[in-house]
């Protein structure tokens, strides 16, 4: 399952991104994986789910995926289509002169993050522990 090759490769950038600003813990990850890209988005959900337990920062993290939709462009006549429905055929000029513009990447688009002592958002400050 090379989903969790990516995933892995994902927690890692979150992870880092986290220690370097100071996050509390991560709440939420946001990807943007265009469909013709190799990633399914269901084994990739069951690898992050797995995966960010071993993480520093998004062991509670929720996954959340923009599914990109994959557009060829025809060099042949200038049109786009649907990658997913014609494949490398352009189905305006049957040319196969064509290229994908978008739909493979799988990318981090956001990182949603607790930050300072508290969960909630206390705005300002650090609240320290009474101990006496
Ligand atoms: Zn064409």
């Known amino acids: 399952m090379h989903e969790l090759g990516i995933v892995v490769k994902v927690l890692e950038q979150v992870d880092e991104a986290a220690a370097q600003y100071n996050a509390q813990k991560i709440l939420k990850v946001t990807m943007e994986v265009g469909e013709v890209s190799t990633i399914v988005p269901d084994l990739f959900t069951d690898a992050f789910n797995w995966a960010r ?50 739909g493979d990447q799988v990318i981090i688009k956001d990182i949603a993050a607790v930050f300072g002592d508290e969960e909630a958002d206390t705005g300002e400050g650090h609240v320290s522990e009474e101990t006496e």
């Open 53 to 102: 337990k071993r993480t520093r920062f998004a062991q509670e993290a929720e996954l959340e995926m923009i599914i990109i939709e994959g557009r060829t462009y025809c060099t042949g006549c200038g049109e786009t289509y649907r990658t997913t429905e014609f494949g490398k055929t352009c189905p305006h000029c049957g040319s196969k002169d064509t290229y994908l513009l978008t």
